[in-house]
T-cell receptor, first 116, second 112 residues
Framework: EPEVTQTPSHQVTQMGQEVILRCVPI?????FYWYRQILGQKVEFLVS????????KSEIFDDQFSVERPDGSNFTLKIRSTKLEDSAMYFC??????????????FGPGTRLTVL | DAKTTQPPSMDCAEGRAANLPCNHS???????VYWYRQIHSQGPQYIIH???NNETNEMASLIITEDRKSSTLILPHATLRDTAVYYC?????????????FGSGTRLQVQP
């Protein structure tokens, strides 16, 4: 069964450094998403991406964050200057782009980001 | 999206049915109820969704009350692998909004 993959599984970085989290969505899916989950807290939506542009974003997704689909298979989340509070599990998801009622989002296993 | 209320935790014996309730008393007529689960910090997994009719798939059944103010997710024969946090989400699809808003969910512990 096709699945979303994410690399790395764990990323440790120093505060102020840039990080790029990578995701390979399910082939032929058209919508891509990033969510995050701070330890012990809720899963929070960050951004959705369709047709090479952001289609929806949350208040969390400020100028420090950016997303890109650099080629036909990868989808990345960049954090320009990491803060301690960016430490979280980051989940990538993709969906086929069906009607919004039935468009199921498939999540990857996550990347645990630790900012020191 | 309507607010949903779920019990923070539940236990269920392995092999028995797990019935997970969700209250969504302010749900509007065009809001769907979706259920996802998250197994031990893995990515959330879609289970089922419905509007007003009861729904069943290979994973679970969804029972929505006639007034739509509450619903129950039923795992007919719970296994240890069903131990997870279950999220009930009420949302109106459309207008380009696909973001999922997760609450705190119900932590289901399936006991051997």
């Amino acid at each position: 069964e096709p699945e979303v993959t994410q690399t790395p599984s764990h990323q440790v970085t120093q505060m102020g450094q840039e990080v790029i989290l990578r995701c390979v969505p399910i082939s032929n899916h058209l919508y891509f998403y990033w969510y995050r989950q701070i330890l012990g807290q809720k899963v929070e939506f960050l951004v959705s991406f369709y047709n090479n542009e952001i289609s929806e974003k949350s208040e969390i997704f400020d100028d420090q964050f950016s997303v890109e689909r650099p080629d036909g298979s990868n989808f990345t989340l960049k954090i320009r200057s990491t803060k301690l509070e960016d430490s979280a599990m980051y989940f990538c998801a993709s969906s086929a782009g069906l009607a919004e009622i039935t468009d199921t989002q498939y999540f990857g296993p996550g990347t645990r980001l630790t900012v020191l | 999206d309507a607010k949903t209320t779920q019990p923070p935790s539940m236990d269920c014996a392995e092999g028995r049915a797990a019935n997970l309730p969700c209250n969504h008393s302010t749900i509007s007529g065009n809001e769907y109820v979706y259920w996802y689960r998250q197994i031990h910090s893995q990515g959330p997994q879609y289970i089922i969704h419905g509007l007003k009719n009861n729904e069943t798939n290979e994973m679970a059944s969804l029972i929505i009350t006639e007034d739509r103010k509450s619903s129950t997710l039923i795992l007919p024969h719970a296994t240890l692998r069903d131990t997870a946090v279950y999220y009930c989400i009420a949302r109106i699809p459309g207008k380009g909004r696909r973001a999922l808003t997760f609450g705190s969910g119900t932590r289901l512990q399936v006991q051997p």
